[in-house]
Every structure is written in C-alpha cells, then in structure tokens.
C-alpha cells in the first residue's frame, strides 16, 4: 500500500501545556471538536476521539511538549497505523508552535486528511484556546 506523510505548522495563542491539554484531556478534547472522546494521558493507553472515528494507542508523552501516538480512522485497511506526532515549543507573545506529523497515511485518504486536521483540529482547537 502506498502511504504519504503530512506535515502542519501551526502558531496558537495559548501555552503548550493547554494545547497538551486540550488534546489530551477526555473532556477538553471533547469541547472543541464537539464529540465523544476516550484518552487517558498514559504512554501505552488506547484512546478513541469524533465518536470512534479515530482509534489508537499513545506511545510517548511529554507534557507540554510531545505527543506521539499510533493513530487509525475507521475505513483504513484493517491494522494498518499511521504514527503521528504533536511537538510543541513556546514562542513569544504568548503563543505555541504546534509542528505536526502524520507518517504513513494511505495515499487513497491523504487529501481528506491533510483538509481533516486543518478543519477538525487545528481551526476548533484555535477557537477554544484564543477565546
């Protein structure tokens, strides 16, 4: 299967460790993307987010500065895993450099999403952080 990787960088006027947190904290996670979502901050923990849309397990944590997690969407061939990773820095202004990566999309569903994450995660996380 012939797979691509996306890459994303992105400035949000929040700290990294309330982007870690919005992302990693069930309840939070659930408030800006506006469905369900199961994640326990732990390094080998499963976790589901838009309702079992996205399943996967999380490899690595470094609060407020790396997120790294075997992540799968629903219609991806059955056990195939992409890995991505959340790297945050602080930069000046009060705001955080989020650099994204998503190794091993397959290349059938690379334009879904590359547009997904800017439109699902990016621009709702945004909005709830810069209120």
């Known amino acids: 299967m012939k797979t691509k990787n996306i890459e994303h960088t992105v400035l ?8 870690y947190d919005g992302l990693m904290n ?15 901050a732990k390094a080998g923990a499963a976790f589901s987010c838009y ?14 500065k790396r997120i790294v997690q075997a992540w799968r969407t629903q219609g991806w061939p059955e056990g ?5 990773t959340f790297a945050l820095a602080k930069k000046s202004g009060g ?3 989020l650099c ?5 999309v ?10 997904g994450w800017r439109e699902h995660y990016w621009q709702p996380l945004k909005r709830f952080l810069e209120k």
């Open 12 to 19: 949000i006027r929040a700290t990294p460790q309330e982007i």
């Open 26 to 40: 069930e309840k939070k996670h659930a408030q800006f993307t506006g469905d369900t979502a199961k994640i326990r």
């Open 51 to 64: 309702g079992g849309y996205i399943t996967g397990i999380t490899l690595e944590l470094k609060p407020g």
């Open 80 to 84: 195939h895993y992409s890995i991505v």
């Open 106 to 115: 397959p290349a059938n569903d690379y334009a879904k999403k590359y547009h």
């Open 95 to 97: 705001r955080t450099q």
């Open 100 to 104: 994204f990566t998503q190794v091993g």
